[in-house]
């Protein structure tokens, strides 16, 4: 996990760079726009996230328990379930989950990327991949995102290119975008029916079901936690509320304000 200090002085970079404020300016205008549609089209969604932040803040007051009925109810149908204190926990939990050896492909999670689970996974041998299309190309890159929602928002179309093309992905920048995705698609597809583990995040966690919401575009979450013969869920505590009603009424919220 970075310091305040390497944050700082990575913001401070980025600020300095031309490029990415003519990039940013262009692109996160019209990610606002599209919320606005959202909310324009769908009116009820501001009242659903007014409701949203008072189950958030239940589920805060109430956490002790929400926790232990959450656990119980992943046991209950049939999961395991483990608790992290640490970072240090979270990434000894799960290398034990997986082993060594194997190939581990991963939907988009931010959490693992705070607890820097891809870099530990590889350190024990295996072999990991991010599957949203985003995350797969900072980790062509080897760079973090800059966005929860648009984690490769900073980059280029030939940086892009540049970078997928150096995992083995047959793209050039002239390419019109939706035929370097569908490459992409393609060179995912291999990993995706040779994997042993999938690794994804949730929006949301029903303490009552011990079940799992989770929002996605490129169906790469539904394939990671389908496919692979072990599924391993990373969720924050923040994450838990207390029925699946409240869940999918997070992820409603969530995804209209997304865009």
Known sequence: MRSL??????????????DLRRLLKTI????SEKVYEVLKRYPYIEDLAEEVSRIK???????EGLLKQAMDSVVRVGGRAYYAETPEDARRIVGGIVGKGKIVIKGKSMISEEIGINEYLRKLGNEVWETDLGMLILQAGSERPSHPVIPAVHLSKASVAEYLKSIGVDVNEKMEAEEIVRRVRIFLREKFVKANVGITGANAFAADTGATVTVENESNNRLSSALPEIHIVLVSVDKIVPTLEDALKVAMVQAAYAG
């Open 5 to 18: 200090e390497e944050v700082l002085g990575s913001a401070t970079k980025a600020s300095e760079n031309e």
């Open 57 to 63: 803040r239940y589920s805060i007051e109430n956490l």
């Open 28 to 31: 996160l205008p019209k990610v």
